[in-house]
């Protein structure tokens, strides 16, 4: 072909071009048919600029640019109606679909922490307020963190205190959070304030009150010249920010292999406000009409305990104590049966809304 044919060739394919009403393509299929028979491989703008080599450099320097405009043209022409298209269709779909905007809204299920994680956080809070760090340990634990080296010895009847489950090889459940104490003094100096909150395991029969894995919160302050009124004033602290600075908090003598004095700390009935008689007058169910509830164990730590984690008893003196979660949070929330716990009921776990954090007096 020579030039001034290719140069009619194109001058035809403008024409062409211009004449064209690109808004009469409606939908994304007729703009394709625009596209191919403009800019397919056989266009005849394709084919002309394919067959440019054959004319000389000073024609193609001329007529290139002619030609590779109208290509640019096309194709912006092709895009711009294409967005028109797509335009076109989202209109036609919001004219056909409507929005409610009167239907009441899903409400989204939101999640909350578990009445028993509350309660531990809440006791964690109060402790931590007093200068307790938390601390924690295996729930697998040997006979040594868990027996022995808290002063109860092999064969030792108090060893029948709490029915445990054994592992093979000689390891048991924890039957109570007090190993902590042991792991925590053997790794760190005295002075010491730490509570270990976790879950311990008893080889019990369940029922509504009791349950063969349950929770604990133990605490265990070392210093010197720690004595029991520090002991006393740290726990009626504790118990009041816990339930309130009406109750009243009693300690009898108790017996612990790994405290000496031991006490049961109980306080006034919270169902009868310790008078020992219900609303109607009959004997208080709950205290079984003595006005006060047993709530935890504690008592100055042992020195044998001290020696077993290499303290000297002669310096350092501390106390000790132990309190289930469970207990207090039927206590606190009334809840009769310890299994609603772990039944993951959701009518059930959805009561216990986040309460503000008790402070200290
Ligand atoms: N470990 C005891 C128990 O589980 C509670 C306790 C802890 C008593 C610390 C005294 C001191 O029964």
């Not at 909150?197 to 605490?219: L, M």
């Amino acid at each position: 072909m020579n030039s001034s044919d290719w140069e009619k060739a194109l001058e035809k394919v403008a024409h062409e071009v211009s004449s064209e009403n690109f808004s009469a393509a409606l939908t994304e299929e007729d703009l394709e048919s625009l596209r191919i028979r403009f800019l397919g491989r056989k266009a005849p703008l394709t084919e002309l600029l394919k067959s440019i080599k054959e004319l000389s450099l000073e024609e193609r320097r001329l007529l290139a640019p002619k030609a590779q405009q109208i290509k640019s043209q096309l194709e912006a022409q092709i895009e711009a109606r294409a967005l028109e298209i797509e335009k076109l269709r989202f209109d036609a779909e919001l004219k056909t679909q409507s929005l409610d905007l009167t239907l009441p809204p899903l409400l989204p299920l939101r999640g909350r922490s578990h009445p028993l994680t509350k309660m531990q956080d809440q006791m964690a809070h109060i402790l931590g307020l007093m200068g307790f760090s938390w601390a924690e340990g295996p729930l697998i634990e040997d006979d040594e963190h868990n027996f022995t080296a808290l002063n109860i010895p092999e064969h030792h009847s108090a060893r029948d205190m709490q029915d445990t489950f054994y592992v093979e090889g000689g390891q048991v459940l924890r039957t109570h959070t007090s190993p902590v104490q042991i792991r925590a003094m053997r790794k760190q100096k005295p002075p010491l304030r730490i509570i270990c909150p976790g879950r311990v395991f008893r080889h019990e029969a369940v029922d509504a009150t009791h349950s063969a894995a349950f929770h604990q919160v133990e605490g265990l302050y070392v210093d010197q010249n720690v004595t029991f009124a520090d002991l006393k004033g740290t726990l009626e602290e504790f118990l009041k920010a816990l339930f309130g600075p009406q109750i009243k908090v009693r300690f009898r003598p108790s017996y612990f292999p790994f405290t000496e004095p031991s006490a049961e700390v109980d306080l006034s009935c919270l169902f009868c406000s310790g008078t020992g008689l219900a609303s109607d007058g009959r004997p208080c169910g709950i205290c079984k009409k003595t006005g006060f509830i047993e709530i935890l164990g504690a008592g100055m730590v042992h020195p044998n305990v001290f020696k077993a984690v290499g303290y000297n008893p002669e310096i350092w003196s501390g106390f000790a104590f132990g309190i289930g979660i469970e207990r207090v949070a039927m206590l606190k929330w009334r809840i009769k049966d310890i299994r609603n716990f772990y039944s993951n009921d959701i009518r059930f776990l959805a009561q216990f809304e986040d309460t503000e954090l008790p402070l200290l007096a």
